[in-house]
């Protein structure tokens, strides 16, 4: 059945067909008259546009004179909308699953149903629509669970000092502090979408975590071979503990060979090839660079003294 929403005289003449049906103009939100036109959406639309003034006088008069109640009623879309609009200024996001607390589980149970419809092609793509303008990840094909730490995290990290730190057994715990260790750890079985978000993340707070730089996408050969060191080197410490190992060693990366060994004794020779925040990527897996500047050498004693 269409799901178009009527012209307005469509939509008053469906109105007043409505009230000479019911007795009423309490026409639920969903509501699709028997030729296809979607009734309840254009009742809500009116209200929304008288309640900031942009209504003609005309309509005013002839949905009044039907006994239509201007606000919009608690069941409905559109007091729903105002609501979680107000949720997502508090949380950040719309990601709110079944564990919600307090007045948000009753949102949250309202956004479960909306998914359910949006997933089943029941959800008008006005309401979609709507909902896409409050939090574009209202309905995100990976966890809620997962675009709900991340819209925590990202705003915890910009706006205020807190940083995420290396975590070598990233997979045993479940802490914010090592969500991040998670993402990086596992980013080849990511969505595209949640990738973006994560660049996007690093590019806003770079010094989220110290190797937030293996979330974007390298500008540069020189990064890209450093990325694909530095990950090499993270898993190899995540495994020992540590970065001591021959110089021949080589680490497998989603196939890929890579000469960690050797690429770490060029690390230590040439430090000043590193950014500091490449520096500091691999001081987090405790490996020491070599001093820039040698300290100078001490003068020679006089043999007489």
Same mark, same amino acid.
């Given at each position: 059945?269409?799901?178009?929403?009527?012209?307005?005289?469509?939509?008053? =003449?469906?109105?007043?067909?409505?009230?000479?049906?019911?007795?009423?103009?309490?026409?639920?939100?969903?509501?699709?008259?028997?030729?296809?036109?979607?009734?309840?959406?254009?009742?809500?639309?009116?209200?929304?546009?008288?309640?900031?003034?942009?209504?003609?006088?005309?309509?005013?008069?002839?949905?009044?004179?039907?006994?239509?109640?201007?606000?919009?009623?608690?069941?409905?879309?559109? /007091? $729903?909308?105002?609501?979680?609009?107000?949720?997502?200024? +508090? $949380?950040?996001?719309?990601? !709110?699953?079944?564990?919600?607390?307090?007045?948000?589980?009753?949102?949250?149970?309202?956004?479960?149903?909306?998914?359910?419809?949006?997933?089943?092609?029941?959800?008008?793509?006005?309401?979609?629509?709507?909902?896409?303008?409050?939090?574009?990840?209202?309905?995100?094909?990976?966890?809620?669970?997962? =675009?709900?730490? /991340?819209?925590?995290?990202?705003?915890? !990290?910009?706006?205020?000092?807190?940083?995420?730190? /290396?975590?070598?057994?990233?997979?045993?715990?479940?802490?914010?502090?090592?969500?991040?260790?998670?993402?990086?750890?596992?980013?080849?079985?990511?969505?595209? =979408?949640?990738?973006?978000?994560?660049?996007?993340?690093?590019?806003?707070?770079?010094?989220?975590?110290?190797?937030?730089?293996?979330?974007?996408?390298?500008?540069?050969?020189?990064?890209?071979?450093?990325?694909?060191?530095? +990950?090499?080197?993270?898993?190899?410490?995540?495994?020992?503990?540590?970065?001591?190992?021959?110089?021949?060693?080589?680490?497998?990366? !989603?196939?890929?060979?890579?000469?960690?060994?050797?690429?770490?004794?060029?690390?230590?020779?040439?430090?000043?090839?590193?950014?500091?925040?490449? =520096?500091?990527? !691999?001081?987090?897996?405790?490996?020491?660079?070599?001093?820039?500047?040698?300290?100078?050498?001490?003068?020679?004693?006089?043999?007489?003294?």
């Amino acid at each position: 059945m269409s799901r178009c929403a009527p012209a307005d005289a469509d939509g008053l =003449q469906a109105a007043q067909a409505f009230r000479t049906r019911h007795g009423h103009l309490n026409v639920p939100s969903e509501h699709v008259t028997s030729d296809g036109l979607a009734l309840g959406q254009w009742i809500g639309r009116q209200r929304s546009l008288y309640a900031v003034d942009a209504l003609p006088a005309d309509r005013i008069a002839a949905l009044t004179s039907m006994g239509l109640s201007w606000p919009h009623p608690p069941e409905s879309f559109e /007091y $729903h909308l105002a609501q979680i609009t107000a949720c997502a200024a +508090r $949380h950040g996001t719309l990601a !709110l699953g079944k564990n919600a607390h307090g007045g948000d589980r009753r949102l949250a149970a309202w956004l479960e149903t909306m998914r359910c419809r949006a997933d089943t092609g029941q959800l008008a793509p006005a309401r979609i629509a709507s909902l896409n303008a409050v939090d574009p990840f209202w309905n995100p094909p990976w966890s809620l669970r997962w =675009q709900y730490t /991340y819209a925590q995290i990202r705003r915890r !990290l910009t706006t205020s000092t807190w940083r995420c730190t /290396y975590h070598r057994h990233d997979s045993r715990d479940s802490a914010w502090d090592s969500w991040l260790d998670r993402q990086i750890t596992h980013s080849h079985l990511l969505d595209p =979408q949640q990738k973006h978000l994560l660049a996007a993340l690093a590019h806003a707070c770079p010094d989220a975590h110290p190797h937030s730089m293996l979330l974007t996408r390298p500008t540069s050969l020189r990064e890209r071979a450093f990325n694909r060191g530095l +990950r090499a080197a993270r898993q190899y410490h995540q495994r020992h503990g540590h970065l001591d190992m021959p110089k021949d060693h080589t680490e497998e990366i !989603l196939g890929d060979q890579v000469h960690l060994g050797a690429w770490l004794i060029r690390r230590r020779r040439d430090s000043a090839q590193m950014t500091p925040r490449q =520096q500091a990527g !691999l001081k987090a897996l405790g490996f020491e660079t070599m001093p820039v500047f040698l300290p100078p050498a001490q003068p020679l004693r006089d043999a007489a003294a």
